[in-house]
Protein backbone atom coordinates (compact mmCIF):
# COMPACT_ATOMS: atom_id res chain seq x y z
CA UNK A 1 0.00 0.00 0.00
CA UNK A 2 2.91 2.40 -0.17
CA UNK A 3 4.59 3.42 -3.01
CA UNK A 4 7.35 0.90 -4.44
CA UNK A 5 9.00 -1.53 -2.77
CA UNK A 6 11.35 0.55 -1.29
CA UNK A 7 11.06 3.59 0.60
CA UNK A 8 12.11 5.08 3.94
CA UNK A 9 13.61 2.02 6.33
CA UNK A 10 13.61 -0.14 3.45
CA UNK A 11 15.67 -3.30 4.68
CA UNK A 12 17.43 -3.78 1.17
CA UNK A 13 18.72 -0.32 1.84
CA UNK A 14 21.30 -1.85 4.52
CA UNK A 15 23.22 -3.22 1.71
CA UNK A 16 24.10 0.42 -0.09
CA UNK A 17 27.16 1.79 -0.03
CA UNK A 18 27.83 5.84 -0.07
CA UNK A 19 29.21 6.48 -3.67
CA UNK A 20 31.58 9.29 -4.71
CA UNK A 21 29.61 12.88 -5.34
CA UNK A 22 28.38 13.70 -7.89
CA UNK A 23 28.57 17.23 -9.84
CA UNK A 24 25.31 19.65 -11.18
CA UNK A 25 21.55 19.78 -10.11
CA UNK A 26 18.67 17.65 -10.95
CA UNK A 27 17.18 20.01 -13.62
CA UNK A 28 18.64 22.96 -15.07
CA UNK A 29 15.64 23.99 -17.17
CA UNK A 30 13.65 27.26 -17.02
CA UNK A 31 10.12 25.60 -16.30
CA UNK A 32 8.75 22.06 -14.88
CA UNK A 33 6.08 19.73 -15.34
CA UNK A 34 4.02 19.55 -11.78
CA UNK A 35 1.88 16.51 -11.63
CA UNK A 36 -1.32 18.25 -9.40
CA UNK A 37 -3.80 15.68 -7.89
CA UNK A 38 -7.00 16.93 -6.62
CA UNK A 39 -7.92 15.72 -3.01
CA UNK A 40 -11.41 16.85 -1.63
CA UNK A 41 -12.57 19.92 -3.42
CA UNK A 42 -15.28 21.07 -2.26
CA UNK A 43 -16.52 21.48 1.74
CA UNK A 44 -18.60 18.37 1.01
CA UNK A 45 -15.75 16.11 0.10
CA UNK A 46 -13.73 17.47 2.84
CA UNK A 47 -16.38 16.84 5.70
CA UNK A 48 -16.40 13.30 3.71
CA UNK A 49 -12.49 12.83 5.06
CA UNK A 50 -13.15 15.07 8.71
CA UNK A 51 -16.21 12.34 9.59
CA UNK A 52 -13.32 9.51 8.98
CA UNK A 53 -11.19 10.96 11.13
CA UNK A 54 -13.26 11.06 14.10
CA UNK A 55 -11.49 11.03 17.97
CA UNK A 56 -12.10 7.88 18.54
CA UNK A 57 -10.11 6.74 15.20
CA UNK A 58 -7.52 9.33 15.60
CA UNK A 59 -7.08 7.86 19.17
CA UNK A 60 -5.99 4.43 17.85
CA UNK A 61 -3.78 6.36 14.86
CA UNK A 62 -0.12 6.03 16.54
CA UNK A 63 -0.56 1.79 16.39
CA UNK A 64 -1.37 1.85 12.46
CA UNK A 65 1.75 1.37 10.32
CA UNK A 66 3.96 4.04 9.77
CA UNK A 67 4.69 4.69 5.99
CA UNK A 68 7.48 2.53 4.72
CA UNK A 69 8.27 2.02 1.20
CA UNK A 70 9.04 -2.10 2.03
CA UNK A 71 5.76 -2.16 2.73
CA UNK A 72 3.77 -4.16 -0.16
CA UNK A 73 1.24 -2.73 -2.30
CA UNK A 74 -2.60 -3.71 -2.03
CA UNK A 75 -4.42 -4.34 -5.08
CA UNK A 76 -7.61 -2.91 -3.55
CA UNK A 77 -5.95 0.03 -3.19
CA UNK A 78 -8.73 2.64 -4.33
CA UNK A 79 -8.06 6.14 -6.23
CA UNK A 80 -9.20 9.37 -4.89
CA UNK A 81 -12.08 10.68 -6.30
CA UNK A 82 -10.31 14.21 -7.64
CA UNK A 83 -8.80 14.47 -10.88
CA UNK A 84 -5.34 14.61 -11.87
CA UNK A 85 -3.66 17.45 -14.54
CA UNK A 86 -0.01 18.34 -15.12
CA UNK A 87 0.62 21.67 -15.24
CA UNK A 88 3.91 23.44 -17.01
CA UNK A 89 5.31 26.17 -14.91
CA UNK A 90 7.16 28.79 -16.65
CA UNK A 91 10.28 29.80 -13.96
CA UNK A 92 10.45 33.44 -12.50
CA UNK A 93 14.21 34.27 -12.46
CA UNK A 94 16.33 34.02 -9.38
CA UNK A 95 16.32 31.51 -6.87
CA UNK A 96 13.34 30.83 -4.48
CA UNK A 97 13.32 32.00 -0.89
CA UNK A 98 10.45 32.00 1.65
CA UNK A 99 10.88 33.65 4.79
CA UNK A 100 9.51 31.37 7.78
CA UNK A 101 6.02 32.99 9.46
CA UNK A 102 5.29 32.81 12.86
CA UNK A 103 1.39 32.05 14.23
CA UNK A 104 -0.42 34.97 14.80
CA UNK A 105 -0.65 35.97 18.78
CA UNK A 106 2.30 33.46 18.94
CA UNK A 107 6.38 33.88 19.10
CA UNK A 108 7.05 30.57 18.20
CA UNK A 109 6.14 28.50 15.47
CA UNK A 110 3.97 25.05 16.37
CA UNK A 111 4.64 24.09 12.49
CA UNK A 112 5.49 19.85 12.82
CA UNK A 113 3.52 17.09 12.93
CA UNK A 114 1.86 14.20 11.54
CA UNK A 115 -0.16 13.05 8.13
CA UNK A 116 -2.47 10.43 8.33
CA UNK A 117 -4.12 8.60 5.27
CA UNK A 118 -5.20 5.55 3.90
CA UNK A 119 -3.74 3.28 0.82
CA UNK A 120 -6.47 0.67 0.24
CA UNK A 121 -8.26 -0.36 3.35
CA UNK A 122 -5.72 -0.01 5.73
CA UNK A 123 -4.53 3.43 7.83
CA UNK A 124 -0.84 4.65 7.76
CA UNK A 125 1.08 7.78 8.89
CA UNK A 126 4.26 9.76 8.18
CA UNK A 127 5.79 13.39 9.57
CA UNK A 128 5.45 16.68 7.72
CA UNK A 129 5.41 20.23 8.15
CA UNK A 130 4.10 23.68 7.63
CA UNK A 131 5.53 25.60 5.15
CA UNK A 132 4.92 29.63 4.71
CA UNK A 133 2.71 29.95 1.83
CA UNK A 134 0.77 32.96 -0.06
CA UNK A 135 -2.28 30.74 0.41
CA UNK A 136 -1.28 30.52 4.46
CA UNK A 137 -2.30 26.56 3.49
CA UNK A 138 0.51 24.45 2.54
CA UNK A 139 1.83 21.11 4.08
CA UNK A 140 5.03 19.37 2.97
CA UNK A 141 6.23 15.82 3.46
CA UNK A 142 7.21 12.85 1.18
CA UNK A 143 5.91 11.77 -2.03
CA UNK A 144 5.50 8.45 -0.66
CA UNK A 145 3.30 9.90 2.12
CA UNK A 146 1.09 11.32 -0.52
CA UNK A 147 1.40 9.32 -3.27
CA UNK A 148 1.88 5.53 -4.59
CA UNK A 149 3.52 5.47 -7.43
CA UNK A 150 3.82 2.04 -7.89
CA UNK A 151 -0.02 1.83 -8.27
CA UNK A 152 -0.34 5.37 -10.23
CA UNK A 153 -2.74 6.76 -6.82
CA UNK A 154 -3.12 8.89 -4.65
CA UNK A 155 -3.56 8.37 -0.86
CA UNK A 156 -7.18 8.25 0.42
CA UNK A 157 -8.30 10.24 3.60
CA UNK A 158 -5.13 12.42 4.09
CA UNK A 159 -5.19 15.17 6.96
CA UNK A 160 -2.21 16.50 8.78
CA UNK A 161 -2.43 17.15 12.44
CA UNK A 162 0.08 19.57 13.93
CA UNK A 163 1.64 18.55 17.08
CA UNK A 164 -0.59 15.41 17.59
CA UNK A 165 -0.71 14.65 21.55
CA UNK A 166 0.26 11.29 22.66
CA UNK A 167 -3.70 9.47 23.05
CA UNK A 168 -5.07 11.48 19.38
CA UNK A 169 -5.17 15.06 20.71
CA UNK A 170 -5.61 17.74 18.40
CA UNK A 171 -4.79 20.88 20.14
CA UNK A 172 -3.83 22.63 16.77
CA UNK A 173 -6.36 21.48 14.43
CA UNK A 174 -7.23 19.13 11.92
CA UNK A 175 -6.19 20.01 8.24
CA UNK A 176 -7.86 18.05 5.31
CA UNK A 177 -5.47 17.31 2.11
CA UNK A 178 -7.48 19.61 -1.01
CA UNK A 179 -4.49 18.88 -3.76
CA UNK A 180 -1.38 17.33 -3.56
CA UNK A 181 1.37 19.15 -6.24
CA UNK A 182 4.37 16.81 -6.96
CA UNK A 183 6.72 16.76 -9.25
CA UNK A 184 5.66 14.65 -12.47
CA UNK A 185 8.43 11.93 -12.35
CA UNK A 186 7.46 10.97 -8.77
CA UNK A 187 4.44 9.82 -9.87
CA UNK A 188 5.43 8.91 -13.20
CA UNK A 189 8.65 6.80 -12.40
CA UNK A 190 8.75 6.37 -8.72
CA UNK A 191 11.86 8.55 -9.17
CA UNK A 192 13.84 9.26 -5.81
CA UNK A 193 15.18 12.27 -6.44
CA UNK A 194 11.53 14.02 -6.39
CA UNK A 195 10.68 12.17 -3.52
CA UNK A 196 8.63 14.81 -1.90
CA UNK A 197 5.14 16.94 -1.87
CA UNK A 198 3.55 19.85 -1.10
CA UNK A 199 0.04 19.37 -0.09
CA UNK A 200 -2.61 22.18 -0.25
CA UNK A 201 -5.33 22.22 2.68
CA UNK A 202 -8.08 23.22 3.81
CA UNK A 203 -9.38 25.13 6.68
CA UNK A 204 -8.48 23.49 10.26
CA UNK A 205 -11.34 22.57 12.52
CA UNK A 206 -11.65 20.75 15.82
CA UNK A 207 -14.19 17.92 16.85
CA UNK A 208 -15.81 20.00 20.01
CA UNK A 209 -19.30 18.19 21.78
CA UNK A 210 -22.85 20.30 21.13
CA UNK A 211 -25.79 19.11 22.44
CA UNK A 212 -24.20 15.36 23.38
CA UNK A 213 -22.68 14.73 19.69
CA UNK A 214 -19.93 15.83 17.91
CA UNK A 215 -19.41 18.76 15.23
CA UNK A 216 -16.88 20.15 13.58
CA UNK A 217 -15.53 23.85 14.83
CA UNK A 218 -13.39 26.17 11.83
CA UNK A 219 -9.89 27.10 13.71
CA UNK A 220 -8.95 28.83 10.54
CA UNK A 221 -5.69 28.35 8.51
CA UNK A 222 -3.79 26.50 8.84
CA UNK A 223 -0.34 29.07 8.59
CA UNK A 224 -2.53 31.70 11.09
CA UNK A 225 -2.58 28.76 13.67
CA UNK A 226 0.96 27.00 13.76
CA UNK A 227 3.37 29.43 11.84
CA UNK A 228 5.35 28.17 8.24
CA UNK A 229 8.61 26.81 7.82
CA UNK A 230 10.91 29.17 5.11
CA UNK A 231 12.11 27.58 2.16
CA UNK A 232 15.11 27.71 0.14
CA UNK A 233 16.79 26.04 -2.39
CA UNK A 234 19.58 25.58 -4.65
CA UNK A 235 22.18 25.34 -1.45
CA UNK A 236 24.70 22.54 -2.31
CA UNK A 237 26.52 20.11 0.18
CA UNK A 238 28.58 20.55 3.31
CA UNK A 239 25.80 22.76 4.96
CA UNK A 240 24.29 22.37 8.45
CA UNK A 241 20.63 20.77 8.58
CA UNK A 242 18.30 20.20 11.71
CA UNK A 243 16.09 16.90 10.79
CA UNK A 244 12.92 16.15 12.71
CA UNK A 245 10.16 13.35 12.50
CA UNK A 246 8.75 11.00 14.49
CA UNK A 247 10.41 7.70 13.77
CA UNK A 248 8.86 4.52 15.68
CA UNK A 249 9.53 1.30 13.16
CA UNK A 250 12.03 -1.35 14.30
CA UNK A 251 15.58 -0.45 13.59
CA UNK A 252 17.40 -3.58 11.73
CA UNK A 253 18.36 -5.31 14.77
CA UNK A 254 14.45 -5.32 15.48
CA UNK A 255 15.16 -2.92 18.38
CA UNK A 256 12.37 -0.35 18.89
CA UNK A 257 14.44 2.82 20.36
CA UNK A 258 11.34 4.97 18.97
CA UNK A 259 7.32 5.18 20.13
CA UNK A 260 6.38 7.69 17.02
CA UNK A 261 4.78 9.94 20.10
CA UNK A 262 7.62 12.30 20.37
CA UNK A 263 9.34 14.67 17.85
CA UNK A 264 12.72 13.65 17.62
CA UNK A 265 15.51 15.56 15.80
CA UNK A 266 18.97 15.04 14.25
CA UNK A 267 21.53 17.41 13.02
CA UNK A 268 24.90 17.48 11.29
CA UNK A 269 26.67 18.22 7.57
CA UNK A 270 25.22 17.14 4.44
CA UNK A 271 27.04 14.94 1.79
CA UNK A 272 25.95 13.59 -1.71
CA UNK A 273 24.66 10.11 -1.97
CA UNK A 274 23.00 8.20 -5.11
CA UNK A 275 20.99 4.83 -5.26
CA UNK A 276 20.60 3.70 -8.94
CA UNK A 277 18.19 1.23 -7.79
CA UNK A 278 15.76 4.15 -6.47
CA UNK A 279 16.52 5.60 -9.59
CA UNK A 280 18.53 8.29 -6.77
CA UNK A 281 21.16 10.67 -8.51
CA UNK A 282 21.12 13.35 -6.54
CA UNK A 283 20.30 12.13 -2.47
CA UNK A 284 21.28 14.17 0.00
CA UNK A 285 22.62 12.48 3.35
CA UNK A 286 22.65 13.73 7.33
CA UNK A 287 25.02 11.05 9.46
CA UNK A 288 24.56 10.62 11.91
CA UNK A 289 20.69 9.69 12.10
CA UNK A 290 19.31 6.95 13.47
CA UNK A 291 15.24 7.82 12.58
CA UNK A 292 13.51 4.79 10.94
CA UNK A 293 9.91 4.12 9.89
CA UNK A 294 7.56 7.24 10.84
CA UNK A 295 9.98 9.76 10.40
CA UNK A 296 9.28 10.01 6.47
CA UNK A 297 7.62 13.43 5.21
CA UNK A 298 9.93 15.04 8.17
CA UNK A 299 11.58 18.71 7.60
CA UNK A 300 15.29 19.25 6.96
CA UNK A 301 15.88 23.07 8.30
CA UNK A 302 18.66 25.30 7.73
CA UNK A 303 19.70 28.24 10.41
CA UNK A 304 17.02 26.86 12.88
CA UNK A 305 16.22 29.21 15.59
CA UNK A 306 15.22 26.81 18.48
CA UNK A 307 13.67 29.42 20.62
CA UNK A 308 11.56 30.28 17.43
CA UNK A 309 11.00 27.03 16.05
CA UNK A 310 11.85 27.73 12.76
CA UNK A 311 13.91 27.48 9.99
CA UNK A 312 14.65 27.25 6.16
CA UNK A 313 13.39 23.89 4.61
CA UNK A 314 15.52 22.44 2.78
CA UNK A 315 14.76 18.48 2.13
CA UNK A 316 12.54 15.62 3.78
CA UNK A 317 13.13 12.19 5.37
CA UNK A 318 13.03 10.41 2.17
CA UNK A 319 15.30 7.37 3.22
CA UNK A 320 16.92 5.70 5.68
CA UNK A 321 20.43 3.67 5.95
CA UNK A 322 21.91 1.21 7.33
CA UNK A 323 25.72 2.29 5.78
CA UNK A 324 27.82 -0.06 8.32
CA UNK A 325 25.39 -3.08 8.23
CA UNK A 326 25.02 -3.18 11.75
CA UNK A 327 22.26 -3.32 14.23
CA UNK A 328 20.87 0.45 13.40
CA UNK A 329 20.16 2.54 10.64
CA UNK A 330 23.20 5.70 10.97
CA UNK A 331 21.98 7.99 8.46
CA UNK A 332 18.77 9.74 6.39
CA UNK A 333 18.61 11.04 3.12
CA UNK A 334 16.40 13.75 1.26
CA UNK A 335 16.11 14.84 -2.51
CA UNK A 336 17.98 17.85 -3.29
CA UNK A 337 15.97 20.74 -3.54
CA UNK A 338 16.38 22.97 -6.45
CA UNK A 339 14.45 24.98 -8.74
CA UNK A 340 12.32 22.22 -9.83
CA UNK A 341 11.31 21.93 -6.06
CA UNK A 342 10.27 25.71 -6.18
CA UNK A 343 8.08 24.78 -8.84
CA UNK A 344 6.42 22.51 -7.19
CA UNK A 345 6.00 24.69 -3.96
CA UNK A 346 4.34 27.35 -6.14
CA UNK A 347 1.78 25.28 -7.99
CA UNK A 348 0.75 24.55 -3.90
CA UNK A 349 0.99 27.48 -2.95
CA UNK A 350 -1.59 29.02 -5.56
CA UNK A 351 -3.78 26.60 -4.94
CA UNK A 352 -7.37 28.06 -3.24
CA UNK A 353 -9.69 26.33 -0.94
CA UNK A 354 -13.23 27.35 0.68
CA UNK A 355 -13.42 29.85 2.95
CA UNK A 356 -15.21 28.48 5.74
CA UNK A 357 -15.79 24.18 6.70
CA UNK A 358 -18.79 24.21 8.46
Not at 312 to 318: A, D, K, R, V, Y
Request: hydrophobic fraction near 40%; charge should be positive.
Amino acid sequence: MIPRVRHLVAAALSALLLLPALVGTASAATSSRVYSVTLAKTVADMKKVAEYWQPDRLKKADNYSPATPASQSSPTATAAAGASQIVTLKRPKGLLSVAPVLPRNSTAAKTMGKVFFRFGDKEYWCSASAVAAKNRSVVATAGHCAYDSRQAKPADYWIFVPNPGPEGETPDGIYVGAAISMHEDWPGKGDYDFDYAFVTVHRGFKWVEKNGQLAMQDVGRLQDNIGGQGLTIGKGLAISISAFGYPAGPQPDGSHPFNGKTLKACSGTTRRTIAPSLDLQYGVQLQPCDFSAGASGGPWLINYQAVQRVGFLNGINSLTWNRDAKGGYDAVSSPTFNATTGDVYRRAAALTTPQNVT
